[in-house]
């Protein structure tokens, strides 16, 4: 079965630009996440979506960060404008459901300067 | 709320060495537990998981067992290889199907 699609690969830009990334989930998988990996940490969730609907967005910060999933499949992530601290590795995962593992991307490394 | 702590590393090993990373867990209700591997420049991976208490999870020669009255998910490994060097998460699944993972444990196996 194919995996978990992202792009791009990485993306460089200046702090206050904006950048968007993409995600495909493994086909039938309802359940899709992004979380943010800082260098040295374990994943952080953003997001949370069932289906097209948000589960859990507690810790985006909806001021600078949003995401959608039209249609329930692909997703989209978006920053405007970035800060420094934004610098890290989004990764994209999905899931069956309950009790079922992660399945995640290869992820999108962000560099802001 | 639901949180996992894990061994702080980075855990250096000689080839053949017994390994153990420590993973404990506070969640509400019955959570799933896995562990996840990051090796160098790749994504995470699942490596085992289990779903209820006293389920052992195994997978490469690593084995962990869901131990409810402690609260932990230790991952062991009887004979460490080069090839095993990466970063190793636990991570659990609780109410909603929300995961949340540990800050990670670095091993590097040395010949």
């Known amino acids: 079965e194919a995996g978990v699609a992202q792009s791009p690969r990485y993306k460089i830009i200046e702090k206050r630009q904006s950048v968007a990334f993409w995600c495909n989930p493994i086909?039938?998988?309802?359940?899709l996440y992004w979380y943010q990996q800082i260098l040295g940490q374990g994943p952080k969730l953003l997001i949370q979506?069932?289906?097209?609907?948000?589960?859990?967005d507690s810790q985006l910060p909806k001021d600078r960060f949003s995401a959608e999933r039209l249609k329930g499949v692909d997703s989209t992530l978006k920053i405007q404008p970035a800060k420094l601290e934004d610098s890290a590795v989004y990764l994209c995962?999905?899931?069956?459901?309950?009790?079922?593992?992660?399945?995640f991307g290869n992820g999108t490394r962000l560099t802001v300067t | 709320g639901d949180s996992v702590t894990q061994m702080e590393g980075p855990v250096t090993l000689s080839e053949e060495a017994f390994l153990t990373i420590n993973c404990t867990y506070t969640?509400?209700?019955?959570?799933?537990l896995f562990w996840y591997v990051q090796y160098p420049g790749e994504g995470l991976q699942l490596l085992l998981k289990?779903?209820?208490?006293?389920d052992k999870g195994s997978n490469k020669g690593f084995e962990a067992t869901y131990r409810k009255e402690t609260t932990s998910f230790h991952l062991e490994k009887g004979s460490v290889q080069v090839s095993d060097s990466a970063v190793y998460f636990c991570?659990?699944?609780?109410?909603?199907?929300?995961?949340?993972f540990g800050t990670g444990t670095s091993l590097t196996v040395i010949p």
């Open positions: 969640a509400t209700g019955y959570p799933s």
């Open positions: 289990a779903t209820k208490a006293d």
């Open positions: 086909s039938g998988h309802a359940t």
């Open positions: 995962a999905s899931s069956l459901g309950q009790t079922s593992p992660l399945h």
């Open positions: 991570a659990l699944s609780g109410t909603g199907n929300q995961f949340y």
């Open positions: 979506f069932q289906n097209n609907g948000v589960v859990d």
